[in-house]
């Protein structure tokens, strides 16, 4: 078995609840129109369902795990409008064939529960909405329905703020705003979240925005950071050999997933010198952090 657990794949029903919306988040075409006066021009491809199993095919993925992506900031719209994007999102994502299996998008707790029974794996949340002053009292309603029915919470760069938009790069938002978002969560996370949620599995995307690396800095401003949390879990996403082993000599290899973000990333295997960690990370990590996913995970 070799699980990516993260990729963004849109299914037609999501696709058509975008491009029926004359406000951001929106699709105009194939031209994504995001909050903050970003605009990126979506490749139909990227989300041609048949091309993209052929590709997992070709990957050797067994199980992969899609999400709308928490950047378009669908749960900060009117209750309405999310319900009714969440809705479409998981007509489609639970319709698409194997080997992909979906994160369901913040709505409320009941449909959390009815959207996990439906086949949903788990849940996609914003890392500025874990990082807020106060954002993991708002989640627990969430969360605790995640704990309850032991499934993963999966943690995604929110939106990018309007200083991230227009006259910066095309990479600036994924370099700087996404990736500071995630370190603040991973330190909101290590701070308050597994003693309100001791039993709840948690995926870091990107490495968490590398955060575990500021684990001495943190002791030396009064932090006890030191161990290892064997439920929160970081996914790779478009990170190489320098960053993963970085990150696995602070947390070691258990933590770490296979995390490819396609079609926005392409994962390339670190050179970690063992193929006992690659296998960890395909396979191993993957499988404990979805071990009560309906089917049971087997490595």
């Not at 979506?42 to 095919?57: I, K, L, N």
């Amino acid at each position: 078995m070799q699980v990516d657990v993260h990729q963004h794949l849109w299914p037609a029903p999501f696709l058509a609840a975008l491009r029926a919306r004359r406000t951001p988040p929106r699709l105009d075409g194939w031209v994504l129109h995001l909050l903050g006066g970003r605009k990126y021009l979506v490749d139909p491809a990227h989300h041609d369902v048949e091309a993209r199993a052929d590709q997992a095919v070709a990957d050797g993925d067994t199980l992969v795990c899609v999400a709308p992506s928490a950047a378009l900031g669908l749960d900060r719209l009117p209750r309405a409008e999310a319900e009714d994007l969440a809705a479409a999102w998981l007509e489609g994502a639970l319709a698409l064939p194997p080997p992909f299996r979906a994160y369901a998008m913040p709505t409320t707790p009941s449909a959390l529960g009815e959207a996990l029974t439906s086949g949903a794996i788990g849940l996609e949340v914003g890392a500025d909405l874990i990082a807020a002053a106060g954002g993991l009292g708002r989640l627990a309603p969430l969360l605790g329905v995640l704990e309850s029915a032991e499934r993963p919470l999966f943690v995604h760069p929110g939106p990018a703020g309007a200083e991230d938009g227009p006259g910066r790069p095309e990479w600036w938002a994924p370099v700087v705003s996404y990736v500071a978002q995630l370190n603040a969560a991973w330190w909101a996370w290590t701070d308050d979240g597994r003693e309100r949620f001791p039993r709840l599995r948690v995926c870091f995307a990107a490495l968490a925005g590398l955060g575990p690396l500021h684990g001495e800095r943190q002791r030396s401003r009064g932090g006890t950071a030191g161990t290892v949390d064997q439920l929160a879990f970081l996914e790779t996403s478009t990170y190489g050999t320098q960053a993963v082993d970085a990150v696995v000599r602070v947390l070691g290899i258990d933590v770490i997933c296979r995390g490819s973000d396609r079609p926005y990333g392409i994962h390339v295997p670190p050179a970690l010198g063992s193929d006992a960690a690659l296998h960890a990370m395909r396979s191993l990590n993957p499988g404990r952090l979805l071990a009560h996913v309906p089917h049971e995970m087997s490595a």
